[in-house]
């Protein structure tokens, strides 16, 4: 995932900071608890596309 994209890229709901996740290949909301995945090096920001993050796990 390029830097510098990472660097613009932001929630499309709250418009806040997103965390990259490498090894899952998705970007984190966490206000949201929603995982943007990545797929061929374009991540994907749609809300109906996301992953819900259940409340008990925890994000970090």
């Known amino acids: ?7 613009i890229l932001v929630c499309p709901l709250c418009k806040g900071p997103l965390l990259y996740k490498k090894q899952d290949n998705e970007l ?3 206000p949201d608890r929603l995982a943007f995945a990545i797929k061929d090096g374009i991540p994907i920001m ?5 992953r819900r993050i259940p409340d008990e796990v925890e994000i970090s």
């Open 28 to 30: 984190i909301c966490k």
């Open 1 to 7: 995932m390029d830097s510098k994209l990472l660097d």
């Open 46 to 50: 749609l809300e109906d596309e996301a």
